[in-house]
């Protein structure tokens, strides 16, 4: 067995796991990131693209944030509908900071760009991955690449790789606890090149179900509506989504709509998922591995970002001075703020979709919360911290 020794091993070449790498090579700390994929399959996944402070941020410390600033999109505010009804949320105003629209396939090219600059190591299309001896001060992570048996023995072990991923998985099971909430609905996402439809995000709460407006550039549009759990796109023709979505949506805005063909299309489930502990022993949980939110309120790679500042500092704090504070607090701090994100991403979700059991009441509620969101200086300020990202 080819042996390779690293100071951290970094399981799963996302967007997460790639930052951390950059972040710890900018202090001289060694790392071996393993990806079970290819660089181009990663790069094929649409994902979301609201960014927060706390992430362009970290971009910029680890020297990748040039082509966000110049390509990105600054976002001072957001639309929210029910039926025809609009208004605006002032992030500027509330929380004295906008968001940038910047798609993550365009973060992760970046990061892939500048570890291969820097000669970082990454091993790609690995495969029986499996953490050994995490609970020891001595871990070594073992994996095949193309039948070939290897070993990377290192001193901590960054598990970077998702929710189905190996990492969580190697916590004994009386060791952690998880908290899951399945929504009874999905997503339907289509990928258009067309112009947006409006400069802002537009959530949209109508009777027909949930609805996004959203985009990646000025040319390149993302569109969501709920759609059924079980539902499958081949169910749905580029025509019908238009369709769809123009109900749902104020009449004004579904008549400025730019339409065409859809260049991806896919349906993504909703959940909420959190385990505990994040750490165990010199394994540590990032983003996917530990929590997932529903899309609503585009919290799901800023909060892994999040997980990956409490890491790298404790993990800096550790090689700069032998502090072990951050490490060994690591978990509680990340939690901390993962759970006030779920909180966050719960409320925006209940109230934007119809569920299939909602009463007349529960919907006349749903009203009563956007009509108070929309009238009350407090509640909008509450909202726009949440969606610009919560401090670290």
Known sequence: MKSTRTQVCIVGGGPSGLLLAQLLHS???????????????????????????????????????????????????????????????????????????????????????????????IEFNVEHVKIHDADTDKPSVRFQVAGEAREILCDFVAGCDGFHGVSRKTIPENVRKEYEKVYPFGWLGVLSETPPVDHELIYANSKRGFALCSMRNANLSRYYIQCSAHDKVENWSDDAFWSELKRRIPQETAAKLVTGPSIEKSIAPLRSFVTEPMRWGRLFLCGDAAHIVPPTGAKGLNTAASDVHYLYQGLRQFYESGDKEGIDHYSQRALARVWKVERFSWWFSSLMHRFPDQSDFDHKMQVAELEFLRSNDAAQKAMAENYVGLPY
Do not use: N, W
């Open 27 to 121: 202090k001289g700390i060694d790392s071996i990131v393993l990806e079970r994929t290819t660089r181009d399959y990663v790069l094929s996944r649409i994902r979301a693209g609201v960014l927060e402070q706390g992430l362009l941020g970290l971009m910029e410390e680890a020297g990748v944030g040039q082509r966000m600033r110049q390509q990105g999109i600054p976002h001072d505010g957001t639309l929210i509908s029910y039926g025809d009804e609009k208004f605006r949320i002032d992030f500027a105003k509330h929380a004295g900071m906008p968001v940038m629209v910047y798609g993550q396939t365009e973060v992760t090219r970046d990061l892939y760009d500048a570890r291969e600059a820097t000669g970082g190591a």
